[in-house]
């Protein structure tokens, strides 16, 4: 495949106005989730557990959609991205938005959960073993799966350029999502609420003033620098 091609093809899937949004989400994401993780110790941390929590049981076989979320946000992420310019600075300003006031939440109101042993020695159990064993039952409210989930199919319900086969199958994963978080016992159904709840708050903060002319800003220097080094 040609370069032409290639560039082509990125462009396609991430246009140049999309970048700076998309830099944004995935920083404010790794710095709120491992900067957390990292002063989990000073925490003291709080069980958000219902009785109806209690009787939900552990079904390792969900650990595959949990695993597989990541590939609906990627696809997510890139549709949005894609369908325009106004929609891509609107979902992903209330994303980011979200993000910001997760880790508020994370820091002010943090909450685990007791996991239960895993029996077994088959695919599913040994990947939720190795899940229970890296990540830790911290920042559990609100459940990230679950906003960035429904960023997803909010979004899928905006854009233009899919059809309802598109949306509706964007409805179906985010529902098993949200079944699986609680099916490997990461998250608690306040998680789920949280998550739902955060992001429509970033919707409302950001529907009067979301961050275009700082994405405009940004990508215009960004811009202006590689056609600098393009000329040196």
């Known amino acids: 495949m040609s370069d032409r091609k290639i560039k082509g093809f990125i462009q396609k899937w991430v246009p140049s ?18 900067g957390v993780q990292l002063i989990s110790g000073m925490l003291h941390f709080h069980d958000f557990s219902l009785p109806p929590d209690r009787r939900i049981p552990l079904v390792p076989a969900f650990v595959f959609v949990y695993v ?24 992903m300003s209330a994303e980011v938005t979200a993000k910001l006031v997760t880790i508020l939440c994370f820091l002010v109101v943090p909450s685990t ?3 239960p042993a895993v029996s077994g020695s088959g695919p599913a159990e ?28 909010r979004a899928a319900f905006a854009q233009k350029k899919t059809g309802r086969l598109y949306t509706f199958c964007m409805t179906v994963v985010t529902l098993l ?15 789920i609420l949280g998550g739902i709840g955060v992001f429509e708050l970033g919707m409302l903060l950001t529907r009067r003033r979301d961050f ?19 000329r040196t």
């Open 68 to 91: 597989g979320a990541y590939a609906q946000w990627i696809l997510g992420f890139l549709q949005c991205a894609r369908d325009s310019r106004s929609l891509c600075y609107r979902y």
């Open 177 to 191: 999502v949200f079944a699986s978080v609680l099916l490997v016992r990461q998250h608690v159904i306040v998680d």
């Open 126 to 153: 040994l990947l939720l073993r190795w899940i229970y064993m890296h990540d830790g039952p911290v920042n559990l409210f609100p459940s990230i799966h679950c906003l960035e989930s429904w960023f997803c199919l």
């Open 113 to 115: 959960i007791i996991r």
């Open 17 to 34: 106005y999309a970048v700076v949004p998309i830099a944004c989400c995935l920083i404010v994401n790794t710095i709120g989730y491992f």
């Open 212 to 230: 275009t002319a700082f994405y405009e800003k940004v990508s215009r220097r960004l811009d202006r620098a590689v056609r600098g080094r393009s």
